[in-house]
């Protein structure tokens, strides 16, 4: 298993430096070994999981190549298979596959046509690196390859300048959540002298009551790891304060938006937390820390989604959102739900941004949808896609969104987080209004083409579109028995007690789940949403004047778009000339360099005096210096 | 018979002498090379003086090897001021201060 398990991990970055050899040579070799590289590591990693539940594997971790092996510290690259690390590189795989396949058509114009496929290669390879991690330390090399990858592709444009200020806020922030997650790290390794998965579990249960004092004031040790580790994960995936860099990053192209938003990026952040549950199930302050940030994250970001205009941006506002329903899953310690809500996110995000790349190809990249109208008749599939996919999102019946979805609502209210449960029901009417939003500016209205006779995409482009549909409507249906009832993850992770209580007691099986539904708030909620869509943008019957502060506050995102726009680059530019006036040119440039050189000059003008030309000279200090070491050497005995 | 010490302070003086035609000299390579030679000559009057004195043939044998090298250093001396004298037209040891710092 650890062979191919290697395999599923090395085959993108053999594609990786495959593409990097053969540069711009051909596209069609490019398009064939990228493709084919993410090709098979799907196919091994769906195998792996097929070997997996069918002989019924146990977890392994297995160190590969061992770093360093001494008294004091440990470090190897090694792989962890479990069933959470399996499905986890499964939709990966799929999603990346399927993305990459819709690039060839997409980028087909495009001058750098294999840049392109080297990044995305190269993430996946570094996503796969931190899924299929058994310690921290190669959690964190893979951490940074993403972030690094994601600043590449985000800034792939390299000539357009908001790409570029988009991808230097991403790589920024990230680096504000790495500080976090390497303090974090420190700790780990300060305390447990091992950077292991499995061994670090086995000792945080032991040794978790002592306290360590941050300017005096003490903390418990696994509350601060956790914490610290979190603010990784919070930067990565995109969780307030730290959420801002995720709007921007649709200056990349649209394939790698779907590639950030559903597989590859954000989702690392709340894999990580999953990963580690067994140290956050022992932390109970930071859980519920962390069901606060999902939560606030859900509620706020889903509303600003509202009064965006551009259909890239609002489906990112939409991703930050349910993103904050995992966080919020994953701080009431409903790990699973944490989990399935993010596979099947990653599916129908996926789906909806290839749709809006779609769009967005066809009505030659304008991205307003103020100007966009009326495709209904022209892009049938697209049409027929995005409707699926946006049910999906809203949690519509029998969809894979609403068992994801509605499973952390009910369960969240099930286990009585209150105030959480309530913004999470209200956050539903903010997530089906703005989807109603682009759904029906963009596919219904007037027509917007002016050339009458736009026939669909190119079949690459739409192939992926039909296929993502599969699981966006149905993966939550056909594993929600299986995975409620912690038959999927077993094991893997910690508090499955938690999550199947609520599914014998509440749910009891998938189609009453369902049933039951209709008779709940939420789907009245998601009914009324619905309706008020349907009349407030299709139909325009009625007007609505929001409030002008409400309205600027939430353009202006709370204030965080000043905040990163102009704060943090007023104080950054006045820190970074303090450095470079006091530091660089003052500490090096006069202090070390320039003086170095001024005073050699000074003592070789005084030696050089000495050099006369003068035979004589020379000699007399040649005689003399021999009788000084003739007379040093008597004096010696 | 002679004591050794007189022998030696010959030779010191001889060395003395030629240390400062070095030093003092301040025209003529030529007497540059004089003293060269004396400073050989005084150390072979060592050799010579102590190897008798202490009855071992070797300072003795040693003074015609060092004879020999100091035959060719002195003509190597004169070929180099010869091509020397070609190029400044003088031997004036003043005038060769071109490594001057």
């Known amino acids: ?637 | 018979m002679i004591p050794i010490s007189y022998y030696l302070i010959l030779s010191t003086i001889i060395f003395a002498i030629s240390i400062a035609g070095i030093f003092i000299n301040r025209k003529n390579i030529l007497i540059l090379l004089m003293s060269l030679e004396l400073m050989f000559l005084s150390v072979n009057f060592n050799l010579i003086t102590l190897g008798n004195y202490l009855g071992d043939l070797t300072g003795q044998v040693f003074v015609f090897f060092v004879l020999t090298v100091v035959a060719a250093e002195s003509a190597i001396g004169l070929a180099l001021l010869i091509v020397l004298f070609r190029n400044k037209k003088s031997i004036d040891v003043d005038d060769l201060s071109e490594l001057k710092g």
């Not at chain 1, 294999?114 to 310690?135: A, C, G, H, P």
């Not at chain 1, 966080?327 to 909806?352: N, R, V």
């Not at chain 1, 963009?442 to 699981?471: Q, R, S, Y």
């Open chain 1, 1 to 637: 298993m650890i062979y191919l398990a290697l395999i599923l991990l090395l085959a993108p970055l053999v594609g990786t430096l495959l593409l990097l050899y053969i540069q711009n040579r051909s596209k069609r070799l490019s398009v064939i070994i990228s493709n084919f590289s993410i090709l098979l590591s799907f196919f091994v990693s769906i195998y792996l999981l097929f070997l997996y539940f069918n002989y019924n594997y146990l977890p392994e971790t297995h160190d590969v190549l061992i770093f360093a092996d001494t008294k004091l510290y440990y470090l190897a690259f090694g792989l962890y298979i479990d069933s959470l690390s399996l499905m986890m590189s499964t939709v990966v795989t799929s999603v990346s596959f399927l993305v990459h396949y819709y690039s060839i058509s997409y980028m087909k114009n495009e001058s750098s046509f294999n840049r392109f496929f080297v990044y995305t290669n190269f993430f996946t390879f570094s996503m796969l690196l931190i899924v299929l991690s058994n310690n921290f330390f190669q959690l964190f090399i893979g951490w940074e390859l993403v972030g690094l990858s994601s600043y590449l592709l985000i800034g792939f444009w390299t000539k357009k300048e908001s790409a570029i200020k988009a991808n230097y806020k991403a790589f920024l922030v990230n680096r504000v959540g790495d500080i976090g997650l390497l303090l974090g790290l420190c700790l780990i390794f300060v305390n447990y002298s091992t950077t292991n998965y499995a061994e670090v579990f086995s000792l945080s249960n032991t040794i978790n009551n002592h306290d360590i004092e941050i300017f005096g004031t003490s903390f418990n040790m696994l509350s601060a790891i956790c914490l610290l580790l979190f603010v990784g994960a919070m930067a990565k995936s995109a969780q307030v304060p730290l959420h801002f860099w995720l709007p921007d990053s649709m200056e990349g192209p649209t394939p790698i938006s779907a590639l950030i938003h559903a597989a590859t990026m954000v989702t690392a952040g709340i894999y990580m937390v999953a990963r580690l549950s067994p140290m956050y199930a022992l932390a109970d302050d930071v859980s519920l820390f962390i069901l606060y940030i999902g939560t606030i994250t859900a509620f706020f970001l889903g509303l600003v989604a509202l009064v965006q205009n551009d259909i890239k941006r609002i489906i990112a506002y939409s991703t930050i959102s349910q993103l904050g329903y995992m966080t919020a899953a994953l701080g009431a310690s409903l790990y699973s739900l944490a989990i399935f809500h993010l596979m099947t996110h990653a599916f129908f995000k996926a789906l909806l941004f290839l749709c809006a790349g779609s769009i967005i190809v066809k009505c030659h990249h304008e991205q307003d949808i103020r100007n966009i109208g009326g495709l209904r008749k022209f892009m049938p599939i697209t049409y027929m896609a995005f409707l699926y996919a946006s049910l999906s999102l809203i949690g519509f019946p029998l969809t894979s969104g609403f068992y994801s979805k509605e499973g952390i609502i009910d369960a969240i209210g099930y286990y009585d987080y209150t105030i959480p449960y309530l913004m999470l029901l209200a956050s539903i009417f903010t997530t089906t209004l703005y989807t109603s939003k682009i759904f029906f500016k963009v596919f219904f209205g007037e027509c917007t083409l002016h050339d009458k006779n736009e026939k669909e995409n190119d079949k690459e482009m739409l192939i992926p579109l039909i296929i993502l549909t599969a699981p966006s409507v149905f993966l939550g249906l056909f594993i929600f028995d299986i995975l409620m009832s912690g038959e999927l993850f077993g094991s893997a992770l910690a508090s499955n007690a938690l999550v199947i209580d609520f599914y014998n007691n509440y749910v009891t099986n998938s189609l009453h789940f369902f049933l039951h539904s209709f008779l709940t708030v939420n789907f009245l909620i998601l009914v009324l949403a619905l309706i008020f869509g349907y009349y407030y943008y299709y139909k325009k019957s009625f007007n609505i004047s929001v409030p002008k502060f409400v309205s600027t506050m939430l353009e202006g995102e709370y204030g965080f778009n000043n905040l990163s726009s102009k704060y943090i680059p007023i104080f950054q530019n006045l820190f970074t000339k303090y450095l470079w006036k006091k530091i660089d040119i003052l500490t090096i440039d006069n202090g070390l360099i320039n003086n170095t050189s001024a005073i050699l000059d000074k003592i070789s003008n005084k030696v050089r005096k000495f050099h006369t030309g003068f035979i004589y000279h020379y000699s007399l200090t040649i005689i003399s210096a021999l009788i000084l070491l003739l007379l040093i050497v008597r004096m010696q005995y």
